[in-house]
């Protein structure tokens, strides 16, 4: 197995095991386990991180796999595409916040927007599943090419 499908892997998995790890941590909060619920959301926000450095490496050294699908699929994929793109961008803002907020103890907001982040990440997670599934196990072949060239189809 080479890079290019190695850390396409590598960098999915981490974001399934963040999501993982948030939805442990969730678990944790309700049950009013305080301390347990702050380190697991902290390894989550480091299996992001771990994540995001895989990707963000890979795209723009190497950059990303194109579309290797059928061409009629190719626009409901990058419609997708688009949306998991979004979706993930919003994720790391308010994960970020969510987590700033922890730390100066403004528990109100935290809480308020921390079950919206959850929410907003586990569908991150899930989309970026897809997203891998499509790109490397159902339709694999597609170049490897610069990020905006991907998403733009070109």
């Known amino acids: 197995m080479d890079l290019d499908f190695l850390l396409p892997m590598l960098s999915t998995a981490f974001i399934v095991i ?74 790391a803002v308010f994960g970020i916040t969510t987590l700033v907020w922890g730390f100066k103890e403004k528990y109100a907001k935290h809480r308020k927007l921390g079950r919206v982040t959850s929410m907003v990440w586990f569908f991150t997670a899930i989309t970026g599943v897809v997203v891998y599934t499509l790109l490397y196990v159902m339709y694999p072949g597609g170049h490897t090419k610069p990020v905006w060239e991907v998403i733009i189809g070109t």
């Open 18 to 91: 963040s999501a993982v790890l948030v939805g442990i941590g969730w678990y944790l909060i309700v049950k009013g386990k305080r301390e347990a619920h702050k380190k697991m959301m902290i390894a989550g926000a480091w299996a992001a991180i771990l994540f995001f450095i895989i990707y963000s490496s890979r795209t723009f050294i190497v950059g990303n796999t194109s579309w290797g699908g059928p061409d009629d699929l190719k626009l409901f994929y990058q419609v997708f595409l688009i949306f998991h793109i979004i979706l993930a961008t919003v994720a």
